[in-house]
């Protein structure tokens, strides 16, 4: 993340950016965001990459760096005049006028619906709007107490019982293959999969199976759950695969070298946005090896959540009323994993208010080579095996151990 200070006259503002998020704060005058602020520091940046040029140039030194510098520009201005269009509430109200009001009146009695991340925020909100309609709840939380609460909430306001919670940290990758697996023998069917747990850790910080935490949360316990339960979505009626993905994922590319973001200055905030490029390249790679299961990866908009609020508190408190509700924030995901007629369209797509938009920003340079994402998958792949061999390993060790009394 970078700061730095812009001058417009009597007002001095700073600019922190956060893969395009500009919070900032006025000495003077108002501090309503408007469009003609964005305006006025994407001049100045340019301002800035000019000058850095100069120098640069001037020194005899590299000018990579510069062009890097003028794309990240480019990228989050882009990305953050399209938020304040279409990511806010406001643009969730202008979309809604489109919506077909019929394609949530369904019944979905008899199926069946995982939801990671389902205590709070938009996990919640998708848990509530599936029980409503009679659909079977499995909610995957890592908080028992606060998974209990919310499954209360959720029967009490349902009325639906089939409400089932299951305690899991999605971090913990070789326990996520093990629920999975435990899952298959429990259950005859899944119909849909919903992956929303997410998290977003600010200082690099590695789990006890040695992952940078946010990838093993966002990406690989992602990747092993899906890998697991993809057998059992195929014998299912129907089965869809739902993402809860970022359109903070618009601003990067995707980073074969350094999955882990052990490279560079470690940025939570990017590491994050860099987890929801690769869901959107998985999402695209399973719709391809698994045409009888529809997949989907969406972006719910900026959404007051628990998990914004204490991980990106200057954004949340910056925006306000601008950011849309939780219920507004899972309508696309309760659209993709009920609706009939989002079931007819093109598996593998990337989805904003119920509408297939495109996963790149025009111009923006963020597109992989198909060397770059076999790259990506081969070492997920290879990662998963090590994980799974070492729960395997584990699993042996215990059923070997037998008590000694005397």
């Known amino acids: 993340m970078s ?3 812009f001058n417009f006259g009597h007002l001095t503002v700073t600019e922190r950016s956060c893969f395009g998020c500009y919070s900032h704060e006025a000495s003077a005058g108002s501090s309503k965001l408007s469009l003609s602020y964005c305006f006025c520091l994407f001049l100045n940046g340019i301002v800035i990459c000019y000058n850095s040029l100069k120098d640069r140039t001037s020194r005899g030194t590299s000018t990579d760096c510069f062009s890097l510098d003028v794309m990240s520009l480019y990228r989050n201005t882009v990305w953050f005049l399209t ?3 279409q990511f806010t509430r406001k643009g969730y109200e202008a979309a809604a006028t489109h919506f077909e009001p019929q394609d949530l009146n369904v019944s979905v009695v008899g199926r069946s619906f995982m939801i990671t991340g389902a205590n709070s925020g938009i996990g919640k909100a998708t848990a509530m709007a599936i029980a409503k309609r009679g659909g079977t709840v499995h909610m995957v939380c890592r908080n028992s107490d606060k998974a209990e609460e919310a499954r209360e909430d959720i029967i009490h306001e349902s009325g639906n019982t089939e409400v089932h919670v299951h305690i899991l940290d999605m971090s913990e990758t070789g326990k996520v293959w093990e629920f999975g697996e435990a899952f298959k023998m429990q259950y005859p069917s899944l119909n849909v999969l919903i992956n ?3 998290c977003m850790v600010h200082k690099r910080e590695l789990t006890t199976e040695g992952l940078e935490k946010n990838f093993a949360t966002n990406t690989m316990g992602t990747y092993i759950l899906t890998q697991t339960l993809i057998p059992l979505l195929e014998k299912s009626r129907d089965p869809r695969v739902i993402t809860v993905s970022s359109g903070g994922m618009l601003v990067q590319k995707l980073r074969v070298d350094d ?4 490279k560079a200055h470690f940025d939570g905030v990017m590491a994050y946005a860099q987890n929801k490029r690769q869901q959107v390249v998985l999402t695209r790679q399973w719709a391809k090896a698994n045409p009888n299961i529809h997949f989907s990866v969406m972006h719910p908009g900026w959404v007051d959540t628990p998990a914004v609020a204490s991980s990106m508190p200057q954004f949340h408190k910056m925006m306000g009323d ?7 924030g899972a309508d696309t995901v309760v659209w993709l994993a009920l609706c009939r007629a989002s079931a007819r369209s093109r598996s593998g797509q990337f989805f904003q208010d ?6 790149h920003l ?4 963020t597109r992989s080579s198909a060397e770059a994402i076999q790259s990506f998958m081969s070492q997920l792949e290879t990662l998963a095996k090590d994980i799974l061999s070492k729960a395997e390993e584990e699993h042996r060790s ?7 009394y005397d």
């Open 322 to 328: 601008r950011l849309r509700s939780v219920e507004q």
């Open 398 to 404: 215990m059923s070997s151990f037998r008590p000694q």
């Open 362 to 365: 025009r111009l923006a340079w």
């Open 83 to 85: 938020g304040i269009h």
């Open 259 to 262: 999955l882990q973001s052990e």
């Open 3 to 5: 700061t730095s200070m």
């Open 354 to 359: 119920r509408c297939p938009i495109p996963a």
């Open 196 to 198: 929303n747990a997410g």
